[in-house]
């Protein structure tokens, strides 16, 4: 092994949400001296506002740091991983790029679903997994028993596990130790063809997109003509360097690094997360293993509350997209809610994201549609077609029957919870699979849950109904043929196609007078009655009324003063810029979205 | 034809729902703020003259509340400035607790010749949570006082939906109040107004206020009421025997000209429309160095001028005559708002009759409703003209 990857060691820290992940690394940078004690800031790595505020990790990042022990100079490269289901792709893609993983568990909280999915993930990639007890300074804090459950229900050898407190820096040192003693340094030959695996991208207005490699064989420098194999797509590259964590150009990435590619690329979707780089003059013949094109599974309407803001959603959508190959979106058109998109997300945080980033960095007011899931329609003529939005699905006639995402879903609860936590999954259509002790009192249960029961309230129920204690996390399983049908809503006798979603037949009912009763509090009172009904097909199976206003003037103008009626009717105008007009009927953009959860 | 609206400021004391300008501590300031309006009249003559003024309003704060030479001065300056027009309605408002013999011989003597007298309610309970400082007994003195002095127009203010009351409470003040046969009546709804501490009284939930049912069925009770005893609803709050509609409101409501002196006192001439600080201080400096106090001015689009025609007009039971509205605006009626006429008949807001576009009772609880389906540039149309 040559003398230059003997030192490097890659590697990721895994953790749940809150155990310290942020905390741990900017301890790491700030004791190996990578970043200028002036430039320390807490979650160093997160770089958007969003991430900070959130706590969380959205975008991959990686850092160089450098450290010595015995007399030698170690290279460590660290990636930091998203932590949430929603982006599980980009993070086994980012541990692809590791050889090993730090694994933070919190002392008090112990191991939690994401602990568990994100070690499997790490096993999956065959990564060296170094157990560290995380918030030992906290008074709960039991890190003998965490270190009992990591080896009973992971498996790991955790005895020697370092205990320490990221936040007082306590023990931190023997985290690094650790990364130099128990990891391997990368294989892969320099001499090789070159092989790099694309771990994430980003977009930069002068660089164009820029692609986060590992390089596992061979070696890449400026002038090198390279190709995505997945995309197939050739370009020159312009640019190499290393993260610090800013980029800073160096003349070759070779075998073991971590770094990135800069090639003039225009589009963020030519360098996709887990494609692989090689070089057209010497190309490999198999691309690195574990690549998907991942597709979106959480789909919904965003539309301009003002409609003429059309142009400007446009924009801000495409503006994101340059960064985020995993949003899709293509113009539609609703009856109700004008010019907007469909929207294709990875998940429903990552829904959350994009939809607070067009409201926050773009300044836009968005109406929402329900969120929905792919569904997989075959017709009575053979046909196959996917429905991505409820209001397309064709006449129940036509249709033959239709399929819909499954999600393997664990959770993870405290013994005490585990009936409201089967009740809560049998209520959303859940099929029990087996459940297992973690430990005395820890239960971890397995269902396979409707994705589209997931994406409603799930997470928000789990919650309440474990009082926060419960953890959870899905992936999709396939799909199954389900008994489904298109659930509308009509006023005052009209269809409003944004507010129709696909149930499963025996939740209709009570989907239906539940959305009913919502609508009848967010709509306000009109000039006439508003009859508010549920409809199967032709079928109304609940109905709510708003009354009819009864009073809506000013009593006086006083003394010629007509300042405060006009100002009164200024501002009711403003509001109906705000309301949709369904019909005859004024709808209030909140009630786009108050479909969205219901208790 | 121009109208003149003259603001008195003072009060013995505020009322709890009052949030008009008007200061109860200011009694030391009378003599420099009628200084002050005098001025304001000389310079009004310059800037806008007219051949005499048809209507005058004392209003306020409690015009009755200061010393009637202060009024007669007023007036003396209005008739050798402005001029004043043969047969011109002089209204004075008045409270009960503050008319006397003497007052209302000198006003009589200046040439007013109506009152608009405060009752507001012939419970004494309600009147004290108020804040007024009357008893109905002490009303129903002012009032004969008034009539003795020989007052021949006399309007009495009522307002209704006050805390606790009930529409059998206010069918009883109106049942009163008929039985003296004024000439004009006027009912208001209460307004709750942010910072009144009638409003943080409710808002605190040691009051509470009728719901918008039970305040519509006392307006309703009121308009049938008062019809049958013989008063026309001309104006949403406002009914009048025949032949005593009051012009000076009028005028307000036919977008006629009308200078407002006095602080805060709002005016509307041609197509401007501008105000007076409120803040009394800053009004008698500004006056007394021989400068005017307006502190907003907004000069009206034709766009704006129809918005508040169509509003304005709406307010009144005679409504938006057809063939003055294609007058004054160069299109017809009808034809330019065929749409939202569709929707609002359909709604049983307004009716087209006797070449007159008008609010229907439902039309005028729903005021607001029925004025911005009219005014209103739907959203849908916008975007779509723009694809």
Known sequence: MSEYKKYIRNFCIIAHIDHGKSTLADRLIEMTGTVSQRDLKEQILDTMDLERERGITIKSQAVRMLYEKDGHEYTFNLIDTPGHVDFTYEVSRSLAACEGAVLVVDASQGIEAQTLANVYLAMDNDLEIIPVINKIDLPSARPEEIVKEIEDVLGLEAQDAPRISAKTGENVQAVLDAIVEKLPPPAGEEDAPLSALVFDSMYDNYKGAISYVRVMQGSVSAGDRIRFMATKKEFEVTETGIFLPQMIPVKTLRAGDVGYVAASIKNVADTRVGDTI??????????????????????????????????????????????????????????????????????????????????????????????????????????????????????????????EPIANVTVMTPDSYVGAVMDLCQEKRGVFKNMEYLEETRVVLHYEIPLNEIIYDFFDMLKSRTRGYASMDYEIKGYQRSDLVKLDMLLNGEMCDALSIIVHRERAYSRGRAIAEKLKEVIPRQMFEVPIQAAIGGKIIARETVKAMRKDVLAKCYGGDITRKKKLLEKQKEGKKRMRQVGSVQVPSEAFMSVLKMN | MASVYIHVPFCRKKCSYCDFVSFDSAGSRMEDYFLALGKEIEIASELY??????????????????????????????????????????????????????????????????????LQSADDALLAISGRLHTEEKFMQAYKMSRAAGFGNINIDLIYSLPGQTAGGFEETLRYVTALAPEHISAYALTLSPGTPLQADVESGRLWVPDEDADREMYHTACALLQKEGYTRYEISNFAKEGYRCAHNLAYWLREDYLGLGAAAHSCVGEVRFSNTPDLEAYISCLTAGKTAYNNRESLDKKQVETEYIMLRLRLSDGIELKEYERLFGRDFERFFSKPIETLKKAGLAEISGGRFFATDRGLDLQNSLVLELIKIPLSEKVNAKR
Request: with cysteine; hydrophobic share 40%.
């Open chain 1, 278 to 403: 090689t070089r057209t003059d010497r190309p490999i013949s198999q691309p690195l293993p574990g690549y998907k094109k991942i597709t979106p599974m959480v789909f919904c309407g965003i539309y301009p509350a003002d409609g003429a803001k059309y142009d400007d959603l446009k924009d801000a959508l495409e503006r994101l997209a340059l960064n985020d190959a995993s949003l899709l979106y293509e113009p539609e058109v609703s009856v109700a809610l004008g010019f907007g998109f469909r929207c294709g997300f990875l998940g429903l945080l990552h829904m959350e994201i994009i939809q607070e980033r067009l409201e926050r960095e773009f300044d836009l007011d968005l109406v929402t549609t329900a969120p929905s899931v792919k569904y997989m329609v075959k017709l009575t003529n053979g046909n196959d077609i996917e429905i991505e939005n409820p209001t397309n699905l064709p006449d129940l006639s036509q249709i033959d029957y239709m399929e």
């Open chain 2, 49 to 118: 003259p007219m051949r005499g003024v048809s209507t005058v309003f004392f209003g306020g704060g409690t015009p009755s509340f200061v010393d009637e030479g202060y009024i007669a001065g007023a007036m003396e300056a209005l008739r050798e400035k402005l001029g004043i027009q043969e047969g011109a309605e002089i209204t004075l408002e008045a409270n009960p607790d503050s008319i006397t013999d003497e007052k209302l011989k000198a006003w009589r003597q200046a040439g007013v010749n109506r009152l608009s007298i405060g």
